[in-house]
């Protein structure tokens, strides 16, 4: 027997408010033609009024937890992925662990940007193993537009706010392979080269400038590297697990510009039925929009139990991941 981590349940949560790309033309020089085009976005969610990346986070994880079948005291630790907290300190986790009632345990943010729920994913995944851990909230959340310059219309066109969330619970499966494939996780793939750290960042931060500083991104370059990244990412993810693309049932990719889903895809031989896309009516949510996106697919009946997922994203740093996993 080994223990293995699979995902018991998931949620999501999108502020009511919609920015769409018309709305926008009003606010920046850029028009719908000029975003789609080159994003394929034509909407995204923004908070309003007082809401928070907590009061995001803590929205999906009711909901996945709801889905799990679990009690808030079968929850042994809370991992939070997100680059706009509330608060300097204390971290978003701490906030959703009070909201939800959950057990006095570990509750800690992680901070990869866009990659930030792989992170978070293997983080957890990581204690499951061990056996430290049962079942762990797992929650991407972000309110990206509070780092936006609205003057700014290559990168405020680009970012919406969200949160998605899993539980992420131990399940001890038997080693035969000639049975039931395992599911749960495979394997995670982490990356980041702070080389390439001034193509996609702020210009503030607490301790540079008392400030959180607004996004600025060398979009050509960030392109560039994302497209070469998640091809090999995936290829890693699938080679180190004995699987191509042909294998995978379901590309459940961050959502930060059609045409890198798209490159991806084509890389992996893999048509784009077989992708989970949002950023059309999303946008860019950072480490929410693989979460946002698992959980539309699981609750619209895509995603089935058994089926081979492919988790993989980039963010700032640069950072970068995959996960493999059998749902």
């Known amino acids: 027997m080994s223990i293995q981590s699979v995902i018991k349940g998931t949620g999501s949560f999108l502020p009511s408010k919609i920015l769409t790309n018309v709305d926008l033309e009003k606010i920046v020089e850029t028009s719908d033609e000029w975003i789609f085009q080159r994003t394929g976005i034509r909407q995204r969610h923004i908070v ?9 986070a803590s929205n999906a994880a009711r909901q996945a937890l709801a889905a799990s079948g679990l009690s808030s005291d079968d929850i042994d630790g809370v991992i939070v992925a ?12 701490v906030h959703v662990q009070a909201e939800l009632n959950l057990p006095a345990k570990m509750a800690f943010d992680i901070q990869a940007v866009c ?31 509070s780092i936006l310059d609205w003057e700014d219309r290559t990168t405020c066109v680009l970012f919406g706010d969200g949160a998605g969330a899993v539980v992420l619970g131990a399940s ?19 990356y980041a080269d702070g080389r390439y750290k001034d193509i996609l960042c702020t210009n503030g931060g607490v301790s540079k400038t008392r400030s959180t500083g607004v996004i600025q991104m ?10 070469t990244l998640m091809h090999n990412i995936v290829e890693e993810a ?15 990719p961050h959502q930060a510009n059609i045409r890198i889903i798209s490159a991806t895809a084509e890389k992996l031989g893999l048509p784009m039925d077989k992708v989970v896309v949002t950023v059309e009516d999303q946008g860019n949510t950072s480490a929410a929009s693989i979460p946002l996106a698992l959980d539309l697919a699981v609750r619209d009946g895509r995603i089935q139990k058994n ?21």
């Open 48 to 56: 309003s009024g007082e809401e928070t990346t907590s009061v995001l």
């Open 82 to 93: 997100t680059t706009t907290p509330d608060l300097t300190f204390p971290s978003v986790a």
């Open 115 to 145: 990659t930030g729920f792989i992170y978070a994913l293997s983080t957890a995944h990581s204690f499951i193993q061990s056996g430290q851990c049962k079942n762990i909230l797992v929650i991407g959340a972000e309110s990206m537009s």
């Open 172 to 190: 001890e499966e038997t080693d035969d392979k000639a049975s039931t494939p395992q599911r749960g996780i495979l394997s995670t793939h982490l």
């Open 218 to 227: 060398q979009g050509r370059e960030v392109f560039k590297q994302a497209v």
């Open 238 to 252: 699938l080679s180190a697990n004995g699987f191509t693309g042909n294998d995978l049932d379901w590309l459940v």
């Open 307 to 327: 089926q081979l997922i492919l988790l993989e994203a980039l963010g700032g740093g640069l950072t970068w991941g995959a996960s493999l996993l059998r749902f």
